[in-house]
């Protein structure tokens, strides 16, 4: 009885230690599952979401940039891009080999990119149409293209210092790519997406891959032929006088509109990596020079401002030389007795001196501070310089002489521009700038900037005087006599100054320069030009004002002005009539039925568009407008993979 007694308790206590340890088990699993899911409900769900659910991100295609007469400066084109989820490709060595000579790129690059531990890897962003098609006969497991708009310039070279460009990654890095980034990216949009087992993809809402988000638009104040020949007259300027660069400036005195701003060297903002670092920089805002004797004429003013000095009063320069503080001051003639207006004429140094000194300290640093030098003009464009002035009422004398023909002290194209431009239009400063309007992508205004004036640094009468001074200039007798455009009058000033070096000046490397505007009575264009470091000859009269009129010429013609002594201030065309970007007379043409369509009329901007969509590529010749094409248009186009097109300008427009 007692062993079975015994027996009945340890089998009740095994029992009671078996259910104790369910009991334990399934408590434990209640408190776990408890815990994952209250708990720990939201942490376990985000990371849920992270493995499964993903947010893609689409970037907007950047916005067109046009210039005043509404021809695309800047587009956005769709392209292929290649990219490879290394973890579901099955021969990673083989697909190396065979997507380096699809893409003509290095196996061992792509292998490296392939080797790594990234789930989605870039192979080649944005390829050619060729390369995109080899890709995607090979149909490789794992590797797929995807369309990714490209900016791109139809113009190569031209106004690439205005515009700038992007990077990869379709942010603006330089000129107004970089200074309207925001507008003319938008806003990108993103779109929710889940992953299956294997990795793939699955997306949710395949309409938001139909229309990419678009960022806005600008209207320049460039005129695009007009920047096109200020380009080609410079460059030749600059080869003609073996010169190191140039720069050329073309504005509206009235409004302060740029119509054209040449730099040389240039580069192609296409392959912009192609080119040293050097060339991106618009020098025309970055770069400070002495101003030489272009200089003079703000002495002038500020003796105009002041108004206690005769138009007729003289001033002795010394037959040539003049010491000064231990230094000797030069002309380049040997003038006795001169006026205001005869110092501007023969642009003595000695004269510039002497007024300065009876000016005085004081009202020149007001006048030079007033016409915006020493300080930044807020043209809309990144790296703009101050220049360099210094406080002039603790200059010593022979400083503040130095300063009056233009030694000293440093300005920038764009300042001196601005400044001259004051004195064309009445004495009123205004600020330069290169963006008319910024439009929606449906070309709906969104803002248009507005002439905004600076001060007033002059008189109307007191610039009038200062004008018929400088009209002395370009008459027999003064520094650029030889200057002659369709007959009209011109106000302006030559400048030679030698460049400042370490310790002193170079005694071989000048600024040759030439500013001014025309028609003197009624003035509609203030040009600059400027040339570095000509060899042979290097004064502003020989180097310079052979361009500047050739530039003055071409602009006159854009606003139809010629000998007629009635003139139209130039404006941009209302921004409320503004068509659409891509929008033309006719409707677009299209491939059909395998036959070419006729591309005669077309702008470059609308063939590249028509051309992205078929995967052709375009080999063009000139700008404006196609004129010739081949294939011819009704041809098949079973074995053409390029385009051959040549462009021309048409009357009236580019």
């Known amino acids: 009885m007692k062993n079975a007694a015994q027996q009945k308790q340890a089998i009740r206590v095994r029992i009671l230690l078996v259910a104790a340890c369910f009991v334990l088990f399934f408590s434990v699993l209640a408190l776990r599952a408890l815990d994952l899911q209250v708990l720990q409900h939201d942490e376990l769900s985000q990371i849920a979401q992270r493995e499964f659910k993903r947010q893609v991100e689409f970037t907007s295609r950047r916005g067109v940039i046009l210039d005043r007469n509404q021809e695309e400066l800047a587009v956005s084109l769709d392209t292929d891009s290649v990219y490879a989820r290394p973890l579901q490709m099955e021969d990673i060595n083989q697909a190396s080999v065979r997507l380096a000579a699809a893409m003509e790129d290095d196996k061992q690059r792509i292998l490296k990119s392939l080797n790594g531990e990234k789930r989605f890897v870039w192979l080649a962003r944005r390829i050619n149409p060729a390369a995109a098609r080899a890709v995607k006969e090979m149909q490789l497991k794992g590797v797929g293209i995807t369309v990714e708009?490209?900016?791109?310039?139809?113009?190569?070279?031209?106004?690439?210092?205005?515009?700038?460009?992007?990077?990869?990654?379709?942010?603006g890095l330089e000129g107004l790519e970089m200074r309207y980034n925001s507008e003319l990216t938008g806003t990108n949009r993103t779109a929710d997406s889940l992953r299956d087992a294997l990795g793939r993809t699955i997306h949710l809402n395949p309409d938001e891959f139909v229309d990419l988000p678009e960022g806005d638009h600008l209207l320049l104040t460039i005129d695009k032929y007009l920047q096109y020949q200020a380009e080609k007259i410079l460059a030749a300027a600059v080869a003609r006088h073996q010169a190191k660069g140039g720069q050329a400036i073309v504005m509206v005195p009235q409004t302060g509109e740029i119509l054209a701003m040449a730099s040389v060297p240039v580069f192609n903002p296409n392959m912009f990596s192609s080119y040293p670092v050097t060339t991106y920089r618009n020098r025309v805002v970055t770069d400070a020079f002495e101003p030489g004797s272009t200089f003079k004429m703000f002495v002038v003013a500020a003796a105009l401002n002041q108004g206690t000095i005769s138009r007729n009063q003289k001033f002795f320069c010394e037959n040539g030389r003049w010491q000064i503080a231990g230094r000797q001051i030069r002309d380049t003639h040997e003038y006795g007795e001169l006026t205001m207006s005869e110092i501007i004429k023969f642009s003595s140094n000695i004269g510039a001196a002497k007024?300065?000194?009876?000016?005085?300290?004081?009202?020149?640093?007001?006048?030079?501070?007033?016409?915006?030098?020493?300080?930044?003009?807020?043209?809309?464009?990144?790296?703009?310089?101050?220049?360099i002035l210094r406080p002039i009422s603790s200059s010593r004398p022979v400083d503040l002489a130095n300063m009056c023909f233009g030694q000293g002290l440093a300005v920038t194209a764009i300042q001196l521009t601005a400044a001259v431009g004051a004195v064309a239009n009445g004495g009123t400063l205004m600020r330069p700038y290169l963006v008319k309007a910024v439009m929606d992508p449906k070309a709906r205004l969104i803002r248009e900037i507005q002439p905004t004036p600076v001060g007033q640094v002059m008189t109307p009468g007191a610039a009038k005087l200062l004008t018929a001074m400088l009209c002395m200039v370009t008459e027999p007798g003064g520094t650029a006599a030889q200057l002659k455009v369709n007959g009209l009058r011109i106000a302006g000033k030559t400048g030679t100054a030698q460049k400042a070096v370490a310790g002193g000046y170079s005694a071989d490397d000048y600024i040759a320069s030439f500013v001014g505007f025309l028609p003197a009575d009624n003035p509609q264009l203030v040009i600059l030009v400027l040339i570095d470091s000509p060899r042979g000859s290097h004064f502003g009269s020989v180097v310079a004002c052979p361009a500047w009129g050739a530039i003055a010429k071409v602009g006159l013609e854009r606003l139809g002005i010629n000998e007629a002594p009635a003139m139209q201030q130039a404006a941009v065309a209302p921004v409320a009539r503004v068509a659409a970007p891509h929008a033309a007379a006719d409707p677009e043409p299209a491939v059909k039925n395998g036959y070419m369509p006729d591309l005669r009329g077309l702008s470059l901007s609308q063939v590249l568009m028509l051309a992205s969509r078929e995967g052709i590529e375009i080999k063009a010749d000139g700008f404006g407008r196609v004129i010739k094409q081949s294939p011819l248009a009704g041809s098949a186009l079973n074995q053409h993979n390029s385009w051959e097109i040549k462009l021309a300008p048409v009357e009236g427009g580019v």
């Open 355 to 387: 007024l300065g000194q009876m000016v005085g300290s004081e009202t020149l640093n007001q006048t030079f501070r007033a016409f915006g030098f020493g300080q930044l003009t807020e043209i809309d464009l990144p790296g703009e310089s101050r220049g």
């Open 149 to 171: 708009p490209k900016r791109f310039y139809p113009y190569s070279t031209l106004a690439c210092h205005v515009l700038g460009f992007t990077g990869t990654d379709a942010k």
